[in-house]
């Protein structure tokens, strides 16, 4: 191990320790290049995709210290979408750090050039240091079909951070104004509505939902699975008609159990999203999904092997090799803090579900539980978004609408940025591929560092 490796495992293992007695190292903030400053960019794409960012990006600069890149418009101006009324700027989507005039860093796995984007710009502190005109065949010029929204983790009667008694009766409205503005067709959830699985949680989210054109779908998380949660009062308040006589439009096929369905419509443009639920939240000591639900899952993914499906489930799986919690939906710092709560590995359950998702990789599976904010791909480039080098099922991590948990590298336990952070997905699907763009509902920005293309 270099001595770099050696020294940054001492400063976690005596951060570690501190922490415990309640104190905390100064952190280390960057160097922040002041007063003009100037910087060339040169980029090397690993192809030629319209869309696609991967590759990586170089600094030659008179100052050194980190810059900061963000995408321009045809001004050389940062960035930012407009939807109705509402102007949402990007964020930054990379940083560079430049030492003895020169840095280069990669860009993450699967990152897409927003759409209008005209130009790569590298700021030092507030200063314009450099631009890059990006070349024409990178646009992404088509229009897009269709757009959806994904979120995860309302937790309604959960959190009070607000002091109004339930942080989520500010949370999920906002965000769901957000995609209104945005025009999408409908909004797809991977569960955990409630607290404890009560009737009153399932209540609200049905009447904010009810006040929108678009349909909001979701499955069951753990949280729904408890010991409040009856089956009537789900079907009386979530997914209106999914599990009436009379179907909604779209709905092409409903699970035996009364939770399990599917919905293609005109909506989707044809497009398949499946919505399945846990039945238990007990974490490894039952299964989350019975080999009947399996069944039905199998059939219907074979019935839509040639259509791109959107598959809808709660909780993310264990890496398939190396460190188990470096995979899709959770990380481990460099003090051993993780997310306890996957599906857990070689249960029979889980490994009949993997074996699905290897099988058919023309699905993109969603999930949540873990709350980890998108940020936090810093820690494992795997976080947001993999396919584990296309042996799998696309796999996406949406973090929580209403607390996302945030960490860093050395912080021994997380905490919440509950009414700092609200975050989900603005998905826009295109004939061939469909971007993924990350969004912080409570300071209206898109997460530029996690958007992503994913052609499918």
């Known amino acids: 191990m270099e001595l770099k490796g050696i020294l940054d495992r001492i400063i976690a293992f005596f951060s570690a320790i501190l922490l415990l007695f309640g104190v905390r190292l100064p952190a280390r903030d960057p160097v922040i290049p002041t007063g003009p400053c100037t910087?060339?960019?040169?980029?090397?794409?690993?192809?030629?995709?319209?869309?696609?960012?991967?590759?990586?990006?170089?600094?030659?600069?008179?100052?050194?210290?980190?810059?900061t890149l963000y995408w321009g418009n045809e001004q050389d101006e940062k960035l930012t979408a407009q939807a109705a009324d509402?102007?949402?700027?990007?964020?930054?989507?990379?940083?560079?750090?430049?030492?003895?005039?020169?840095?280069?860093?990669?860009?993450?796995?699967?990152l897409a050039i927003p759409a209008g984007a005209h130009s790569i710009l590298a700021y030092g502190g507030e200063t314009l240091a450099g631009?890059?005109?990006?070349?024409?065949?990178?646009a992404d010029a088509q229009a897009y079909t269709y757009s959806f929204g994904t979120l995860s983790d309302v937790h309604?009667?959960?959190?009070?951070?607000?002091?109004?008694?339930?942080?989520?009766?500010?949370?999920?409205?906002?965000?769901l104004d957000f995609f209104e503005d945005f025009d999408v067709s409908m909004v797809a959830m991977t569960g955990d509505l409630s607290a404890f699985g009560e009737e009153d949680a399932f209540r609200k989210f049905h009447d904010i939902a009810a006040n929108y054109d678009f349909p909001v779908y979701t499955c069951k998380g753990n949280h729904d699975c408890y010991y409040k949660y009856k089956l009537e009062s789900w079907q009386k308040y979530i997914n209106p008609g999914v599990y009436s006589a009379e179907k909604a439009e779209g709905v092409v096929e409903v699970a035996k159990n009364g939770l399990d369905f599917v919905y293609c419509g005109e909506r989707t443009h044809g497009d398949v999203f499946i919505f399945f639920s846990q039945v238990g939240g007990l974490y490894p000591a039952l299964p989350l999904v019975t080999d009947a639900q399996l069944d039905w899952l199998e059939q219907q993914l074979e019935t839509y092997k040639d259509?791109?499906?959107?598959?809808?489930?709660?909780t993310f799986l264990n890496a398939p090799s190396g460190n188990p919690y470096m995979g899709e939906g959770n990380l481990m710092t460099k003090t051993f803090s993780?997310?306890?709560?996957?599906?857990?590995?070689?249960?029979?359950?889980?490994?009949?579900?993997?074996?699905?998702?290897?099988?058919?990789?023309?699905?993109?599976?969603?999930?949540?539980?873990?709350?980890?904010?998108?940020?936090?791909?810093?820690?494992?480039?795997?976080?947001?978004?993999?396919?584990?080098?296309?042996?799998?099922?696309?796999?996406?991590h949406i973090s929580s609408v209403s607390s996302p948990r945030i960490s860093s590298d050395t912080t021994l336990l997380w905490t919440s940025d509950t009414m700092k952070r609200s975050e989900g997905y603005l998905v826009t699907v295109y004939a061939d591929h469909y971007v993924l763009t990350a969004c912080d509902f409570l300071q209206n920005q898109m997460l530029a560092y996690a958007t992503y293309i994913v052609e499918k």
């Open 39 to 67: 910087a060339q960019i040169s980029v090397s794409f690993t192809d030629d995709t319209a869309g696609s960012a991967a590759g990586s990006i170089t600094l030659q600069a008179d100052q050194d210290g980190r810059y």
């Open 86 to 110: 509402r102007t949402v700027p990007y964020t930054e989507f990379l940083t560079v750090d430049v030492q003895n005039g020169e840095g280069s860093a990669q860009t993450p796995n699967f």
């Open 131 to 138: 631009t890059f005109p990006l070349p024409k065949e990178k």
């Open 156 to 175: 309604f009667n959960r959190y009070n951070k607000s002091g109004t008694g339930d942080d989520a009766m500010i949370t999920f409205p906002n965000a």
């Open 307 to 314: 259509k791109r499906v959107y598959l809808f489930f709660h």
């Open 338 to 396: 993780h997310y306890l709560l996957p599906f857990t590995t070689g249960t029979r359950d889980e490994v009949r579900f993997r074996a699905l998702l290897n099988t058919y990789k023309n699905v993109t599976f969603f999930n949540g539980h873990s709350h980890w904010a998108h940020y936090l791909q810093s820690i494992n480039p795997n976080l947001n978004i993999t396919d584990y080098d296309g042996t799998t099922a696309t796999m996406v």
